[in-house]
Antibody
Framework: QVQLVQSGAEVKKPGSSVKVSCKAS????????ISWVRQAPGQGLEWMGR????????NYAQKFQGRVTITADKSTSTAYMELNSLISEDTAVYYC??????????WGQGTQVTVSS | DIQMTQSPSSLSASVGDRVTITCRAS??????LNWYQQKPGKAPKLLIY???SLQSGVPSRFSGSGSGTDFTLTISSLQPEDLATYYC?????????FGGGTKVEIK
């Protein structure tokens, strides 16, 4: 089964961008849809969007449309989530999650993103 | 977007108790309903998929039921290690929305 390992914690200024990576190992990357889910402090889980690595089609929650970009690099088995125009409310733990069909059977460890001036 | 509503938002029960958490979808999602357990400081873990199928390795005290709009997660005999927040999620259509969570505490 694939394992997902995310990049480390980030501290960003308001108005800047952050790019979080999610590297897959131990499985066939192209078989998995990779989604991004975030969790603000003390809050629930919020779905941001997903990418199907082949043919690299992404779709996004309307809330984040125009501000988030999810990409995948098949050559390195890595998915990325870039969020622009950061505000303090974007402070959260960001998870990548993998599925073949339907549920997320595998999750990354989470990446803390803190937005602060 | 499909809205997922969980109840209760929190509960406290004793070891050995039967615990039931409900999840309601704003429209029919057939059986495209998943349940996750999240322990403090950890990533969520899949418990139940397809409304009632137990994920491999998950203890049999966990079970799920329902279809259409109303779903239930049951813990047949609560154990100390079940201290966690539980989330339902619909995988019927994007955005793949989650319920607000149910925090389970041990008395």
């Amino acid at each position: 089964q694939v394992q997902l390992v995310q990049s480390g914690a980030e501290v960003k200024k308001p108005g800047s961008s952050v790019k979080v990576s999610c590297k897959a190992s131990g499985g066939t990357f192209s078989s998995y849809t990779i989604s991004w889910v975030r969790q603000a402090p003390g809050q629930g889980l919020e779905w941001m969007g997903r990418i199907i690595p082949i043919p690299a089609i992404a779709n996004y929650a309307q809330k984040f449309q125009g501000r988030v970009t999810i990409t995948a690099d098949k050559s390195t088995s890595t998915a990325y989530m870039e969020l622009n125009s950061l505000i303090s409310e974007d402070t959260a733990v960001y998870y990548c999650a993998g599925s073949t069909v339907g549920p997320y059977r595998v999750w990354g460890q989470g990446t803390q993103v803190t937005v602060s001036s | 977007d499909i809205q997922m509503t969980q109840s209760p938002s929190s509960l406290s029960a004793s070891v050995g108790d039967r615990v039931t958490i409900t999840c309601r979808a704003s429209q029919s999602i057939s059986n495209y309903l998943n349940w996750y357990q999240q322990k403090p400081g950890k990533a969520p873990k899949l418990l139940i998929y397809g409304a009632s199928s137990l994920q491999s390795g998950v203890p049999s005290r966990f079970s799920g039921s329902g279809s259409g709009t109303d779903f239930t997660l049951t813990i047949s005999s609560l154990q100390p290690e079940d201290l966690a927040t539980y989330y339902c999620q619909q995988s019927y259509s994007t955005p793949l929305t989650f319920g607000g969570g149910t925090k389970v505490e041990i008395k």
